[in-house]
């Protein structure tokens, strides 16, 4: 039995049609700064991607449109990150020379540092 979790692809829509209708959408007044207008027009939306469980809210422009369009491009941005699969890292190892060349510096410092001691105290 495996306690990992298995990471399931979700197919993204090619278009913002399709995908608006995997999606439910609800509107509601956006609230802040913006007097009579905000209070009164319902522009801010909340898509609700129904296989993947994802919101997003939307409530920065004046217009309802603006923000259905803001929310499909969030949702599709953050539906691609869930897609994201990292290449695999293949492990390399470090080579003679670059140990050598470490090892020179590492003697190098070591004389340095010990030319910053005083002349007296190497015992």
Known sequence: MSYFKTKVMIKIPETDDELLRECEVETMRAGGPGGQHVNKTESAIRLRHLPS??????????????NKADCLRRLREKLEKLNFVPEKRVPTKVSRAAKER???EKVKHSELKRLRSKPGADD
């Open 53 to 66: 469980e994802i919101v997003v809210v939307c409530r920065a422009q004046r217009s309802q449109h603006r």
């Open 102 to 104: 470490k090892l020179k």
